[in-house]
C-alpha cells in the first residue's frame, strides 16, 4: 500500500489529459503499469488534496483516492462523528420518553368550558319533501338554508344581544359545570366525572364536546346523534327514553351506522357515560329552549337565571319519568295467519297505513325531515333496517308509540292483538323463511330487488 | 460501468410499490384529517367490499365511508405488490439454497397470515356482545413463527456476503412491516373501543416506518455505476448527518401524528420544536452536500430537492397551525381535535402529512445511497453487462 499525502494530485493529472479535464478517483482500478480512469459526469475541481491507496483486490490494484475536506476544520471529524451518535441517543430517549406524557385518558382540560351553541336551531323544515339525504360536510350551512324555502324555519342564535349572551353562558354553567367538573341535579358529581372522561376518550370525537353531533364528525353517515333537541329515537312510551335503552344502545351500537358497540367498557362505565350524555342533553336542551325564548323575546337577559332553573328542571323531570318506564313483555303471536293480518293492517289504508309512508315496503328510496332537520331516507323494512331497536319489544314499541324524533306517528288506535300482529308481520319481513308465499311474493314483487 | 443484479421488472415493481404505498398513506391522511376512521366499525371485511356490495355503494354516499373503504382495498393491494417484491428480490440470490428457503420461508409466512386474517374474521362473526374479545392463538404463533424464519434466512444471506443481499433483507422486512401495518389498522378498528385513537397513532406512525422500508427496498433496486458512491472519508463525513437527518424526520412525523390524532399539548410542542431541527439538520446536509467537490455531482438533486420540499413544507405546516390552534370565533372554545373541518383546512393538512411522508421518502432515498460503498471490481465482474474498461497509460497520471 503507498500513501500519496498533501499532493495537488488531481491537478497534475488534468494537465496531461486536457481533453477530459475530470477524473473519478475514488475507484481506478490499477494493473501493473496501467489504470483505468473513469470521468466523472460533471467534473472535478482541480487543487483537491487527498490521499491515494492501492489495495490488493484478486490479481487487480485497487487504487483509491479520497480527497480531503476542502478545507476540513481542524477537529470537525471527531465532532461529527464522535458526538452524533450520543446526541442522536439523547434525542431519541427524550422522545420516547416524552411519548409516554402524551396519553389521552385524563378527560378533559379543567380549564376548558362548554361554548355556547353558535349554529342555528331548526325549528321546522321546508314544505317540499327531500329528495336526497342531506350531504355531509357542511350541516350548518345546509340547516341555514332552510329559511329560503317556504316552511323552513331556523334561528341564528348569534342574532341575540351580546350582554344576553354573556348571561346565558354564565347560567349554564352554573346550572351545569364544566366539561371537566360537570353537574346535574340528582345525579352525583362523580359518577358524571366519570362519565365525561370516558365520553370524552370515546365519543366526543362524533358527539363533540356539546353533544352537538358536530365538527369532524360531521363526515360520516348518518349524522352522529345531536343530543342538545332531547330527541332520541330509542323505543320508549315517554318524551324521552329510559337510561337502560341508551344504555343498549351504547354497549350494541347501532346495526348499519358508524356507532359501534362499547360491549367491552364495564357496566360502571357505560352508567357512567349514559348519566353524562344525559346530562348533555338536558344542558343542551335548556339552552336551546332559552335561546327561542330570547329570540323571541319572551323573556329578558335579566330573566335568564330564573327561566333556565325552570326549565332544566321540567327537562330533568322527563327523564326521571322515563327511567321508570317499565319495557313490555311480550310475545309475538305466531302462525301464517297473524303475519297475514299483520300484512293487511301494513298495506290497508283503513289499518295502520304503513304502506303510505313505506311505499312498497321500503324498497323505494324515499327522504323525509327528521325531528333535526335531516333529510334521511326510510328504512327497507325487508333488509331488516331496524336501526332503533329490532327486537319484538322494541318494535312492538315503535308501532305503539311511533317515533318522534323521526316524525312516525304513534297507533293508539290499534287494539292489543292488531299490534302483535303487526309486529309479528314487520318482524318477519326481513326473514323470508317466516312468511307465507302469498305475502312473500307480494315482498319481492318489486322489480328492481329480488333479495331481501 | 454498470453492475445490474436485479432484473429490471423488479426495479419498476418496487417504483410502483412506493407509489401504491404514497397513495395509501394520503388515504391514510384524508382519513385522520375527516376522522373517519371509524365510518365502517366492522373489521374485517373483504378487500372488494366497496364494489362488490352495491347495496353500501349506493347507500352509503357519505364521503368517510368511501374514503375508509377505498384505503382498506388499497392497503390490500399493496400487500399484494410487497408479496411480489420481496419474492422477486429473493430470486436474485445466487445461492440456490438460500433463494429456496427464502422462497419458503416467505410463502410460509404468506400462508400463516392468511390464516391469521381468516381466524380473526371468523372470531369477529362468532364473537357475542359482551362476551369478551378471543385472540387467533394458533395462527397468530404460526405467524410469529414463520416471521422468526425468515429473519433467520435473512441473517443467512447478510452472512453470504453476495451481491443484492441489502435488497433481499428489506425487501423481507418491507413484507413484514406491511403485514404488521395492515394488522394494526385492523385493530384500530376492532380495539377502538378499548385503546380509541392511540391504536389509531400508533398505525399512522408505523406507517412512515414502513414508507421508509419500501423506499429503501426501491433504492436498494436500482443499479450500481460506478462511481456512484462517495469515498471513504466524504461517506463518514456525510452519512452520519443523513442518518440522523432520517432519525428528526421520523420523529417530527410521529409527533406530528401524535398532533392529528390526539393533539395532546405535549405533541404540539415537540412537533413545533422539531421542525426546527428537522430545518436546521436539513440546511446543515444540504450545505454539506453543495459545498463537496465530489459529493455535489453525485447527491447534488437530492440536496436541492430537499430544498424544494422543506420550504413548501414549513408554510403548509405555519398554514395548518393556524388553521388548527390559532383560529377565532366559537370554534375556538373547542379542543382542536373537536373542530369541524371545511375543504380548505381539509386539503391543507392532507398536503402537508402527505408532503412530510415524501421528506421522508427522500432523506431515506439519499441516506441509503449515502452510505454505499464503492462497487469493488469483483463485483462488478459478476454482473453480465460489465464491459472492458478505458485504458490509460499509468504514467499519465501518477506522476
Redesign the interface.
Same mark, same amino acid.
Given at each position: 500500500m503507498r500513501k500519496l499525502l498533501g499532493q495537488d494530485y488531481l491537478g +497534475?493529472?488534468r494537465s496531461?489529459?486536457p481533453d477530459n479535464p475530470a477524473?473519478?478517483?475514488?475507484?481506478?482500478?490499477?494493473q501493473e503499469?496501467?489504470?483505468?480512469?473513469?470521468p466523472?459526469?460533471?467534473?472535478? /475541481?482541480a487543487g483537491?488534496r487527498?490521499?491515494l491507496q492501492f489495495t490488493q483486490?484478486?490479481n #487487480?490494484h485497487?487504487l483509491?483516492?479520497?480527497?480531503?475536506?476542502?478545507p476540513l476544520p481542524q477537529g470537525e /471529524?471527531e465532532q461529527?462523528?464522535g458526538l452524533? =451518535?450520543p446526541?442522536?441517543c439523547a #434525542?431519541?430517549c427524550l422522545?420516547l420518553f416524552?411519548?409516554g $406524557?402524551?396519553?389521552?385518558n385524563v378527560g378533559?382540560?379543567p380549564h376548558?368550558?362548554?361554548?355556547?351553541r353558535?349554529d342555528v336551531v331548526f325549528l321546522s323544515a321546508p314544505q317540499d319533501a327531500p329528495t336526497a339525504?342531506t350531504p355531509?360536510?357542511?350541516l350548518n350551512a345546509t340547516l341555514a338554508a332552510y329559511a329560503n324555502h317556504p316552511g323552513g324555519k331556523v334561528v341564528d342564535p348569534r342574532d341575540i344581544p351580546h350582554q344576553d349572551r354573556e348571561a346565558l353562558r354564565t347560567e349554564l354553567e352554573t346550572l351545569f359545570g364544566t366539561p371537566a367538573n360537570p353537574k346535574l341535579p340528582g345525579t352525583s358529581d362523580s359518577e358524571l366525572v366519570e362519565g365525561s372522561k370516558v365520553y370524552a376518550?370515546?365519543c366526543?370525537? $362524533?358527539h363533540?364536546?356539546t353533544g352537538s353531533g /358536530?365538527?369532524?364528525?360531521?363526515?360520516?353517515?348518518p349524522f352522529p346523534r345531536d343530543f342538545r333537541a332531547g330527541l332520541f329515537k330509542s323505543a320508549t312510551s315517554h318524551a324521552k327514553p329510559s337510561p337502560t335503552a341508551l344504555k343498549r344502545i351504547v +354497549?350494541?351500537?347501532v346495526p348499519g351506522t358508524?356507532?359501534?358497540?362499547?360491549?367491552?367498557?364495564s357496566d360502571s362505565e357505560l352508567n357512567h357515560v349514559v348519566a353524562y350524555a344525559i346530562h348533555l342533553s338536558v344542558r343542551g336542551e335548556t339552552e336551546r329552549r332559552l335561546i327561542l325564548k330570547l329570540e323571541a323575546d319572551e323573556i329578558e337577559g335579566t330573566d335568564i337565571a330564573t327561566e333556565s332553573k325552570l326549565i332544566a328542571a321540567k327537562i330533568q323531570a322527563e327523564w326521571q319519568t322515563a327511567a321508570t318506564a317499565v319495557e313490555p313483555n311480550i310475545t309475538l303471536p305466531t302462525g301464517e295467519d297473524a303475519i297475514r293480518r299483520g300484512h293487511e293492517l301494513f298495506a290497508s289504508p283503513t289499518g295502520a297505513s304503513c304502506i303510505s309512508c313505506h311505499a312498497r315496503y321500503g324498497h323505494d328510496d324515499q327522504y323525509r325531515y327528521d325531528g333535526w332537520g335531516l333529510a334521511v =331516507?326510510l328504512p327497507n323494512l325487508t !333488509?331488516g333496517e331496524h336501526r332503533w331497536g329490532r327486537e319484538p319489544a322494541e318494535l312492538y314499541q315503535h308501532i305503539r308509540y311511533g317515533i318522534p324524533a323521526a316524525n312516525m306517528p304513534a297507533n293508539p288506535q290499534l287494539t292489543d292483538a292488531q299490534l302483535l300482529d303487526l309486529t309479528a308481520f314487520v318482524y318477519a319481513m326481513s326473514r323470508p323463511a317466516m312468511l307465507p308465499d302469498d305475502v312473500r311474493k307480494t315482498l319481492l314483487s318489486d322489480p328492481g330487488d329480488t333479495t331481501p | 460501468?454498470m453492475m445490474n443484479t436485479v432484473p429490471r421488472w423488479l426495479r419498476y415493481w418496487s417504483i410502483a410499490t412506493l407509489v401504491v404505498a404514497g397513495l395509501v398513506v394520503l388515504l391514510g391522511s384524508l382519513i385522520t384529517t #375527516?376522522?373517519?376512521g371509524?365510518?365502517?366499525?366492522v373489521w374485517p371485511t373483504e378487500p372488494w367490499f366497496l364494489v362488490s356490495n352495491n347495496?353500501v355503494w349506493f347507500?352509503?354516499?357519505?364521503?368517510? #365511508?368511501l374514503i375508509e373503504h377505498t384505503h382498506r382495498l388499497v392497503a390490500w393491494s399493496i400487500g399484494i405488490f410487497a408479496v411480489v417484491l420481496a419474492l422477486g428480490a429473493w430470486a436474485t440470490e445466487p445461492n440456490r439454497r438460500l433463494r429456496w428457503a427464502g422462497f419458503a420461508m416467505l410463502v410460509w409466512l404468506l400462508l400463516a397470515y392468511l390464516a391469521l386474517h381468516g381466524e380473526m374474521g371468523s372470531l369477529w362473526r362468532a364473537r357475542k356482545?359482551?362476551?369478551? *374479545?378471543a385472540w387467533p392463538a394458533v395462527s397468530g404463533f404460526t405467524c410469529l413463527l414463520a416471521a422468526l424464519g425468515v429473519l433467520t434466512v435473512c441473517v443467512l444471506s447478510l452472512q453470504s456476503r453476495t451481491a443484492g443481499r441489502g435488497l433481499r433483507v428489506l425487501a423481507a422486512l418491507g413484507l413484514m412491516a406491511v403485514m404488521i401495518q395492515g394488522l394494526l389498522g385492523g385493530y384500530r378498528v376492532f380495539l377502538?373501543?378499548?385503546m380509541?385513537?392511540?391504536l389509531a397513532a400508533i398505525h399512522g406512525s408505523f406507517g412512515q416506518v414502513t414508507l421508509a422500508l419500501l423506499t429503501a427496498v426501491m433504492v436498494a433496486c436500482a443499479p450500481r455505476r460506478?462511481?456512484d458512491? *462517495?469515498?471513504?472519508?466524504?461517506r =463518514? !463525513?456525510l452519512a452520519?448527518?443523513a442518518?440522523?437527518f432520517v $432519525? &428528526?424526520v421520523v420523529?417530527q412525523l &410521529?409527533?406530528g401524528v401524535?398532533v392529528r390524532h390526539?393533539a395532546?399539548?405535549?405533541?404540539q410542542r415537540?412537533h413545533l420544536f422539531t421542525a426546527f431541527v428537522v430545518s436546521g439538520t436539513a440546511l446543515t446536509l444540504i450545505i454539506r452536500i453543495l459545498a463537496?467537490?465530489?459529493a455535489?455531482?453525485r447527491y447534488?438533486f437530492y440536496a436541492y430537492h430537499l430544498i424544494a420540499i422543506l420550504a413548501v413544507q414549513v408554510y403548509l405546516g405555519v398554514e395548518a397551525y393556524i388553521g388548527k390552534f390559532a383560529i377565532v370565533?366559537?370554534e375556538a372554545?373547542?379542543?382542536p381535535?373537536? !373542530?369541524? &373541518?371545511?375543504?380548505t383546512s381539509a386539503v391543507i393538512r392532507t398536503s402537508h402529512t402527505l408532503l412530510g411522508a415524501l421528506l421522508l421518502v427522500s432523506a431515506v432515498a439519499l441516506m441509503t445511497r449515502l452510505q454505499r460503498k464503492?462497487?469493488?471490481?469483483?463485483e462488478l465482474s459478476q454482473s453480465p453487462e460489465y464491459p472492458e474498461?478505458?485504458?490509460?497509460?499509468?504514467?499519465?497520471? *501518477?506522476?
Open positions: +497534475r493529472a496531461k489529459r477524473y473519478q478517483f475514488s475507484e481506478v482500478h490499477h503499469t496501467t489504470c483505468h480512469l473513469l466523472l459526469p460533471l467534473g472535478e /475541481r483537491v487527498g490521499e483486490v484478486s #487487480f485497487e483509491q483516492f479520497t480527497p480531503h475536506p476542502n /471529524r461529527v462523528g452524533s =451518535k446526541v442522536w #434525542f431519541l422522545t416524552l411519548a $406524557c402524551s396519553g389521552s378533559y382540560d376548558l368550558r362548554y361554548p355556547l353558535d339525504a355531509q360536510g357542511n376518550r370515546h366526543a370525537s $362524533c363533540s364536546l /358536530r365538527g369532524p364528525g360531521e363526515w360520516m353517515h +354497549r350494541h351500537g358508524v356507532m359501534q358497540a362499547y360491549d367491552l367498557l =331516507k !333488509r | 460501468m #375527516f376522522r373517519v371509524m365510518s365502517d366499525p347495496e347507500n352509503e354516499p357519505a364521503p368517510g #365511508f356482545l359482551g362476551g369478551g *374479545l377502538d373501543q378499548l380509541g385513537t392511540q460506478t462511481g458512491a *462517495l469515498p471513504e472519508a466524504e =463518514k !463525513r452520519p448527518w442518518v440522523g $432519525c &428528526i420523529m &410521529i409527533w401524535w390526539m395532546s399539548p405535549v405533541a415537540l463537496s467537490s465530489t455535489r455531482p447534488g370565533g366559537p372554545m373547542l379542543p381535535n373537536m !373542530r369541524s &373541518i371545511d375543504t464503492p462497487v469493488t471490481h469483483v474498461p478505458q485504458v490509460v497509460q499509468a504514467s499519465a497520471v *501518477l506522476v
